[in-house]
């Protein structure tokens, strides 16, 4: 297979909507010091604009109380040192306004290890002073002009019994007293929801909205590839192709917002990872090795490329493995949804993000002499001088037989100087460290030789090529095996460094002198 280069523009730059936020999964967590550092390494490789968690009023960050009297008492010092943490490092809150402290709620039905409550108040207008009580705090904190810049999301996936005990009316109940304390703070601060899985609850949430003219500023909802296989047990009756599920179910929340009353409205999708299946029967969330394997990266790579101008936001849920719902992992890789492992080491995903991240804004044109593969897919960028060749092969499992992706690319290269190409690739035992992990035998505790190791192999493969002729199109081969990632990097070769400058006069009457007498 050919893939042309060409030199047209596509007009338009990449949005990037993939880092607009990126997620840890609860407050607390952000409390630790492993968490932090991990999101610290995170936004200094990648570098996020939002943050989002899970269990900002959850009663372990100690925020609601009653008096003697049965008044509300609010205690704000554990989310000041989350958000002040935060802030530090660059990212904004996009706040999600749950769950229900114990003070508040009106039954004792939880979800996750930590035990977060998913009940419904037994008095509205209390869950109403608290989030008005929390929304002046973080104005009289931060100030009007920070926080306008944050999102509110009202609760986190309603639709689902796990979640929310209420019915659907209960939680326009809960949403249209959420939105009146935030607006009641300032008409700027930004209110929205459902926070709904598998994009449901969209346009009846834009419709309650309009119909009782109740504030609603963005549209969140979540969704994961495996989704389909719920929707659809083992994709009988889906309409969708093989692998597309994903990018389909975005586009038609896309659409459902810009033929409602509400065109206008920003659209997040709050949570979504790599999260895979081959079957129904096979579908799990705490037990799904697509999180941690090599073909993770192809995934993240596919998508976000293809749903580039279809969304404000893709939130990766998580950054690190860090991540307490069915209890602290307690290996290297876990199953856990993070981008990087509980000890540090990144994931294939972590560097698919690291590669998009790299990146050009300006997009040109490409060609292609046949048809791809199911799963494969390029993208080309330039920076000032330096052209961009991503490229992905994604494993199809509804596809059997999938072989190595095999080609040549041909680009043009600058006009005058010498080229250089620099190859970055994710692959089995180089950017990926799970598919090791499990060669050594899933060790529960790793020697230093061991962790050396997978250290070692969490790092991309980088080689170098030259381009022997100066002022004509560039061409090279490429090999990707199911699950693989490239990043093709083509630039002028740089000027030479300088020498020396020359001695002072005393310094080469000494130099001469230490030559003599190591002859003598």
Same mark, same amino acid.
């Not at 889906?238 to 179910?249: E, K, L, N, V």
């Not at 949570?271 to 969330?285: I, Q």
């Given at each position: ?67 003697? $009297?049965?008044?509300?008492?609010? !205690? ?51 869950w109403e002073q608290l989030v008005e009580a929390f929304t002046r705090h973080c104005v009289d904190r931060y100030g009007i002009n ?70 609603? $500023? ?22 969708? &192709?093989?692998? $597309? ?52 990266? &192809? ?9 580039? $101008? ?41 560097? &698919? ?10 997009? +040109? ?27 992905? #092969? ?39 460290? %799970?598919?090791? %992990?499990?060669? +050594? ?25 030259? #381009? ?38 005393? +310094?080469?009457? %000494? ?7 190591? !002859?003598?």
């Amino acid at each position: 297979m050919n893939l042309t280069v060409c030199s047209q523009i596509i007009e338009g730059s990449l949005r990037k909507p993939w880092k607009n936020a990126i997620a840890v999964g609860r407050a607390y967590e952000l409390l630790r010091q492993d968490t932090l550092d991990h999101l610290r390494f995170v936004q200094r490789s990648i570098g996020y604009r939002y943050c989002r968690f899970h269990g900002l009023f959850h009663d372990e960050m100690a925020v609601v109380a009653r008096r003697e $009297d049965g008044s509300l008492a609010f !205690r704000w010092h554990q989310i000041d040192k989350v958000y002040d943490a935060l802030i530090e490092m660059g990212l904004k809150p996009f706040v999600e306004l749950n769950p229900m402290p114990s003070a508040l709620a009106s039954g004792t039905a939880t979800i996750f290890d930590w035990r977060m409550n998913v009940t419904p108040p037994r008095d509205y207008l209390e869950w109403e002073q608290l989030v008005e009580a929390f929304t002046r705090h973080c104005v009289d904190r931060y100030g009007i002009n920070e926080v306008r810049q944050w999102y509110f999301e009202v609760w986190n996936e309603p639709n689902l019994p796990g979640f929310w005990t209420g019915t659907k009316d209960e939680y326009w109940k809960l949403y249209d007293a959420s939105a009146r304390a935030v607006k009641r703070v300032s008409e700027s601060l930004r209110v929205g929801g459902p926070a709904s899985s598998k994009a449901n609850w969209i346009e009846d949430t834009i419709n309650h909205c309009t119909t009782e003219n109740v504030p609603l $500023d963005f549209i969140s909802t979540h969704l994961y590839p495996q989704d389909e296989y719920v929707t659809y047990p083992d994709r009988k009756g889906s309409p969708h &192709a093989p692998g $597309d599920y994903f990018a389909d179910t975005v586009r038609s929340v896309q659409r459902i917002v810009a033929e409602s009353s509400r065109p206008d409205l920003e659209i997040h999708w709050t949570e979504w990872n790599s999260l895979s299946t081959s079957s129904t029967a096979a579908v799990t969330w705490t037990e799904n090795t697509w999180v941690d394997s090599l073909n993770g990266a &192809a995934v993240v790579c596919r998508a976000c490329l293809a749903l580039d $101008d279809a969304c404000d936001t893709l939130c990766w849920w998580v950054a690190s493995d860090v991540f307490e719902e069915s209890g602290m992992p307690q290996s290297e890789f876990s199953s856990t949804y993070g981008l990087i492992t509980l000890n540090g080491l990144p994931k294939a995903t972590f560097h &698919a993000f690291e590669f998009l991240n790299r990146l050009g804004d300006t997009r +040109l044109q490409t060609e292609s002499d046949e048809e791809l593969p199911s799963g494969c897919g390029w993208h080309v960028t330039q920076k000032a001088e330096t052209l961009q060749v991503l490229l992905w #092969h994604q494993f199809l499992p509804e596809i059997p037989g999938q072989t190595s992706w095999r080609g040549r690319v041909t680009a043009p290269t600058v006009n005058e100087g010498r080229s250089i190409l620099i190859q970055s690739r994710i692959g089995w035992g180089h950017g990926s460290a %799970w598919e090791t %992990w499990l060669e +050594l035998g899933q060790p529960q505790n790793l020697s230093h030789e061991e962790m050396r190791l997978l250290r070692s192999h969490s790092q991309p493969q980088c080689r170098l090529f030259l #381009h022997p002729e100066e002022g004509v199109p560039a061409s090279w081969d490429f090999d990707l095996a199911p699950g693989e990632v490239v990043l093709f990097e083509l630039r002028r070769q740089g000027v030479a460094a300088l020498p020396k400058s020359a001695l002072r006069e005393e +310094l080469a009457q %000494w130099e001469q002198q230490m030559s003599d007498i190591s !002859r003598a």
